[in-house]
């Protein structure tokens, strides 16, 4: 005779029995959970792609201690030097993806996705978003000198001279020569890139008259215009700098132009979301303090707190929107 068996539930009762299904479904959840509020354990690194005194390295040291601060525990800023900043990158990418290591990303790196042809991995596909920090414009500058006072102007000369005025750049790939690039493609105009090793090199150069033109960064070129070496024609964003409010916009005169760079954080490809979440709240919260907001204007660039899920998108679409540019000006490393 087959030995019978009752239903387990008919042996609990059923308030028991409704509590133990409701706690074994909520398991997963208060995992997650607790695991977001015991993070950070232990210090936690963010992997800067250029050397120590940039722009980008400077960015990494004030979110960074803006995230000691608030979540008790270092986040240590390192180094990774080499390759237009894909050696940092990649270290991200490889990394175990456990909210220890952090890299700071930037418009370089969807630029890098098209201009380094056998990158060994994908900035969409292998890095996880975690937070915009800021969105930077350009400015088209000349030397005091120049006969041209306004961008029309420039543009006028240069349609009548193609080819005989000059462009400098911080290096091939660099934000000062694709934004000259699209500048170039939209207005119809043809100047000469003229690449240095570096931005001020070239800015050096524009000073002393060697070169005519220059879409350098804000925060380089704001000083020298404010001083007067430089005559600042326009500026890159869609938008007028509040630093600099009598410079118009390209936009103003070429319609639909708009180039801008960004910076933010990124976490290897498997991040668990909770982690994510905890670092993108602290980020954006960041971005709102007086003090952090103070020391972005000093840099003339805009705080820009997104969500993962924005920043993500962001990254998608500007990374497509310079791919087009690079290939279309035939820009090669």
Same mark, same amino acid.
């Given at each position: 005779m087959k030995p019978h068996f009752r239903d387990v539930r008919m042996q609990i009762p059923r308030r028991k029995f409704?509590?133990?299904? +409701?706690?074994? +479904?909520? &398991?997963?959840? *208060?995992?997650?959970? =607790?695991?977001?509020?015991? !993070?950070?354990?232990?210090?936690?690194?963010?992997? $800067?792609?250029?050397?120590?005194?940039?722009?980008?390295?400077? !960015? +990494?040291?004030?979110?960074?201690?803006?995230l000691s601060d608030r979540l008790g525990r270092q986040f240590i800023k390192e180094n990774r030097a080499g390759a237009g900043g894909n050696l940092g990158t990649e270290a991200v990418v490889r990394a175990i993806p456990d909210g220890y290591t952090l890299g700071l990303?930037?418009?370089?790196?969807?630029?890098? +996705? *098209?201009? !380094?042809?056998? &990158?060994?991995f994908s900035l969409v596909r292998d890095i996880a978003p975690v937070g915009r920090i800021s969105r930077g414009m350009?400015?088209?500058?000349?030397?005091?000198?120049?006969? %041209?006072?306004? &961008?029309?102007?420039?543009?006028?000369?240069?349609k009548?001279?193609?080819?005989?005025?000059?462009?400098?750049?911080?290096?091939?790939?660099?934000?000062?020569?694709?934004?000259?690039?699209?500048?170039?493609?939209?207005?119809?105009?043809?100047?000469?890139?003229v690449s240095y090793r570096g931005g001020g090199p070239a800015v050096t150069d524009l000073i002393g008259g060697q070169v005519h033109v220059m879409v350098d960064t804000l925060v380089t070129a704001m000083v020298h215009v404010r001083s007067r070496t430089l005559r600042g024609l326009a500026v890159t964003d869609?938008?007028?700098?509040?630093?600099?409010?009598d410079i118009p916009?390209?936009?103003?005169?070429?319609?639909? !132009? %708009?180039?801008?760079?960004?910076?933010?954080?990124?976490?290897?490809?498997?991040?668990?979301?909770?982690?994510?979440? =905890?670092l993108n709240k602290e980020i954006n919260a960041g971005l709102t303090h007086p003090s952090i907001?103070?020391?972005?204007?000093?840099?003339?660039? $805009?705080?820009?707190?997104?969500?993962?899920v924005e920043f993500g998108k962001f990254i998608v679409e500007y990374t497509d929107k310079w791919a087009k540019v690079i290939r279309a000006a035939n820009i090669k490393l």
């Open positions: 409704l509590h133990l299904s +409701a706690l074994s +479904a909520a &398991l997963p959840t *208060t995992a997650r959970s =607790v695991r977001s509020q015991s !993070y950070p354990a232990r210090p936690v690194r963010i992997i $800067v792609g250029f050397p120590p005194g940039g722009s980008n390295d400077l !960015y +990494a040291r004030l979110m960074g201690q803006w990303i930037s418009s370089a790196d969807a630029w890098n +996705a *098209t201009l !380094y042809e056998n &990158l060994s350009g400015i088209v500058v000349v030397h005091p000198s120049f006969p %041209e006072m306004t &961008l029309p102007d420039l543009i006028a000369n240069a009548a001279n193609p080819g005989k005025l000059t462009m400098a750049s911080g290096g091939i790939g660099s934000a000062q020569h694709v934004w000259g690039e699209l500048f170039k493609a939209m207005a119809g105009i043809d100047m000469l890139h869609s938008v007028r700098a509040t630093v600099l409010p916009t390209i936009s103003e005169f070429v319609p639909g !132009y %708009e180039a801008t760079g960004w910076t933010g954080i990124g976490a290897p490809r498997g991040t668990p979301a909770e982690i994510i979440d =905890v907001k103070a020391r972005l204007d000093d840099l003339a660039v $805009v705080p820009s707190p997104m969500t993962p």
